[in-house]
């Protein structure tokens, strides 16, 4: 290989690793920005004072956040950790419940597996 093709050859290889390292980067700073304006909104979203934990956050777009969440109770202690997905048109979901027997129960089951796959998707892709 001529000195020529090995300084088009590097200088390639540079400003792919520069064009990598922007996109890794601004996708990482936004997941950062958009996960700590999630957990800002839910906590202002509570009564005052209320003692808020939150594991496992992950940014699947600009728009939307979803992890696991844990909010104390009256007696001090937490009421341990739900999954939940955030929206900025919407606010929290946490995951809906299914009440075995009820009238309602075959919708309930259709709302829980639409929002599973939600949440399912949102935790192996996001940031």
Known sequence: MSK????????LAAFLALAVGYWFT???WTAMRVKS???????????????VEFQD???YTSFTVCGQISIANG?????????????KV??????????AGSDEESSQR?????WQDRYSS????GY
């Open 110 to 114: 259709s709302d829980l597996a639409f």
């Open 75 to 87: 007696r001090g202690g937490y009421t341990g950790f739900e999954p939940f997905i955030w929206q």
């Open 90 to 99: 919407g606010g929290v979901e946490l995951m809906p419940k299914v009440e």
């Open 57 to 59: 956050l992950k940014a």
């Open 26 to 28: 601004a996708h990482l």
């Open 122 to 125: 949102c935790m192996a892709e």
């Open 37 to 51: 304006e999630a957990k800002r909104l839910i906590v202002a979203s509570l009564p005052e004072k209320t003692a």
């Open 4 to 11: 020529r093709n090995m300084y088009i050859a590097g200088g």
